[in-house]
């Protein structure tokens, strides 16, 4: 089966089903603020010390103006995580590595916690549907080949819309773990535009780093290949691996979503829902945070 941008048929299905989800939480699709308020996903520990956080260690702020959290409190849920896989032609990377990267997320994964695997290059491609079944995904990757450029911002659009979004907002730890050098090459979706709706989702995004085929050749119209991955991670509120220790990244991704993510809620003053806001989270001395950058508009 084969997800493919702008399928009508497709595009139907999500909408009704997003649809429903967020009216029944009196939310629209584009917001990721319901009756808790605005709710972001955070990644927050302490490395020396087994205290817990509390709202009162935290400060938030969005555009420079303080906001008054409301609620900050463990997430113990699985984890749904897309492994989303560039096999276009040129990628620095062969068949038998990608295969590799992918099965260790399978070996690493808590009870409960499942994965879907999507394999692009002109087209995404569904390689597995959702499962913590390791043989079974094993088998699957007998599909992997590489061919074609890489449509990165588009199989990125495609996986939120068609795989994620109908998830919420009862899911709330959605992932994406991006195994690519961060190269699009034909994608008719913009990346700002892939970035907000990843962001407006609190869909995190892990990057597995392949080597830049491009030697960080100036992109026309969009970051070169590795800025890519870094906005990315960073403007989501995930982190970068290298491609070259996707067991050291399976399981450090695979342990923080377990272990260390937090749902944070609050109420936006002096801001604006028709503009983005910039996000800033800190911790006391000894808490290490991390959640997306930039809340998009609830408005357009």
């Known amino acids: 089966m084969r997800l493919t941008v702008g399928n009508f048929a497709a595009f139907v299905l999500v909408f009704i ?4 989800a967020f009216g029944q939480s ?19 520990a302490r490395p020396n010390s087994t205290d817990p956080i509390r709202v009162e260690n935290l400060f938030l702020y969005e555009n420079g103006i303080e906001q008054k959290i409301r609620n900050f409190s463990f997430d113990p849920s699985p984890a749904k995580i897309v492994l989303l896989i560039d096999n276009s032609q040129t990628l620095r990377a062969d068949v038998d590595s990608l295969k590799k990267a992918t099965m260790e997320f399978a070996y690493e994964i808590f009870e409960g916690d499942q994965l879907f695997v999507i394999a692009y290059d002109e087209k995404p491609e569904i ?9 079974k995904l094993e088998t699957s990757l007998a599909t992997f080949r590489k061919q074609g450029n890489p449509y ?9 819309k068609e795989v994620l979004a109908p998830l919420m907002p009862g899911t709330r730890k959605t992932v994406i773990v991006l195994i690519s050098d961060g190269l699009d090459r034909g994608s008719k979706t913009a990346f700002d535009k892939v970035m907000a709706e990843m962001q407006n989702q609190n869909i995190t995004v892990y990057t597995l780093d392949i080597p830049d085929r491009t030697n960080g050749a100036y992109r026309r119209n969009q970051p070169k290949a590795a800025e890519v991955l870094k906005q990315l991670s960073e403007g989501t509120g995930g982190r970068s691996f290298s491609f070259e220790e996707p067991q050291a990244a399976a399981k450090a991704i695979c342990d923080e979503l377990r272990n260390n ?3 944070l809620s609050y109420f936006p003053t002096n801001t604006s829902s028709y503009d983005a806001r910039r996000v800033f989270l800190l911790g006391q001395d000894g808490i290490s945070l991390r959640t997306k ?3 998009p508009p609830n408005i357009k």
């Open 17 to 20: 089903l997003t649809a429903l």
């Open 26 to 44: 009196r939310n629209n699709a584009r917001s990721t603020a319901d009756l808790d308020g605005t709710i972001l996903t955070v990644t927050a």
């Open 127 to 135: 390689i597995q549907e959702w499962t913590d079944d390791a043989k």
């Open 152 to 160: 990165l911002f588009d199989a990125l659009s495609a996986t939120t």
């Open 261 to 263: 993510r937090y749902l």
């Open 293 to 295: 950058n930039v809340q």
